[in-house]
């Protein structure tokens, strides 16, 4: 459930605010709906990773497709990269990572307290 519900919000608000906002979600939601004696923060972590990695996965390839991979092909040969699928997948990866530190920290946070 917790990886459902940051992946709509934050799917939702990073089409009016900046990317860095996908890192304020899963803290919040990390922070508010798990219970530091109940919950791990493997648990914690993996929903934040999936839930904003899936949502950045989701947006790359609405972009490319959207754009006849005009954009994702130049940006991929911007940086020198060999594949198009291989930015994609990195996008992926960047906002799996950022998501699913976020998520362990939102948890750490409430621990602590």
Known sequence: MLFI???VVA???Q???PWWVSAIVPIV???YF???KRDSSRRAFWSGFA???AGWL???LYIHFTTDAILTGKVAEMIQ???IWILIAATGLIGAVVGGIAGITGFWIKKAM
């Open 29 to 31: 939601f990390c922070y």
């Open 58 to 60: 989701l947006y790359s």
């Open 11 to 13: 799917f939702i608000l």
């Open 5 to 7: 519900l940051i992946l």
């Open 34 to 36: 798990s219970h530091p």
């Open 51 to 53: 839930g904003i990695g």
């Open 81 to 83: 990269l060999p594949s």
């Open 15 to 17: 089409i009016f605010t």
